[in-house]
């Protein structure tokens, strides 16, 4: 069997799309489409239901990417990585949100450079394009925020991030907590707020899980990453929702207060994912069991 056939049809399995495998792929829809057909062809039997919208693997479809894609990705590590075998290092892609990786994952992979390890980090905020960018083998091993669908991604719980509700001194002097808890909602409305989207991803879980409402209001700043949020927030340009990590720090010297206390915090989890076969590779297994022992301390 063509391994090159093998790779398209991974690649549409986990695309979930021909015109997106192609794109991946760096080739045409067309034979994209051509060598899926020739695959089938040989194999017997269909491997994907066409859809409107991409394409849906068959049984046998599911089967096939179970058995073969740890198998191809083994080789294409070694293909377009490989092994510097005078000096043993193998390269490992993480992917991951900014923050996080560059203050928690980074830092915990140190050690292992000196074993031979090198790293390569991709940064995303947005969870879909870091499990996207894994299933098409871009990275190795990622961390996001949800838990993948499908068996072609494995995930670990890693670590719960707490968030905390803060503000620069000169806001919380002028707010009163028991205010905050029971009139969070209307709170809001009237104070400026950063955020790292239009959506308030941050500020919207907080004042679910705390006030059990959903906030009304726009936000003043908005700044696509959580260092610059909690920069703009600590300079007083309004309240904002950031991880105790990411602001411990900041609490500590006083530039920001926490505003409230609640009983139960709002947390996040973060998973560790990578794809299914691929922890028999060394190097992988390596900084997965490393991150994972590191997040005990986190």
Known sequence: MDLALLRTFVTVHRAGSFTRAAALLGLSQPAVTSQIRTLERQLGRPLFLRQARGVTPTTIGDELAHRAAPHLDALVEIAETGVDEESGVRTLHLAGPPEFTSMRALPALTPL?????????????NTEEILDGLAAGHHDLAIAAARPRGGLLTSTPLCDEEHVLVAAPRWAARLAPEVLLRKGAVV???LPVVEVHESLPFVSRYWAAVFETKPAAAATVIAPDLRAVLESAASGAGLAVLPRYLCED??????????LDPPVPPLRTYFLIVRAGTLALPHIARAHDWLLRASTDW
């Open 113 to 125: 450079v000196a074993q031979g390890l090198a790293l390569r980090a991709s940064f995303a905020g």
């Open 188 to 190: 809001l409305e009237q």
């Open 250 to 259: 900041a609490l500590e010297q006083g530039r920001l207060v926490a505003l």
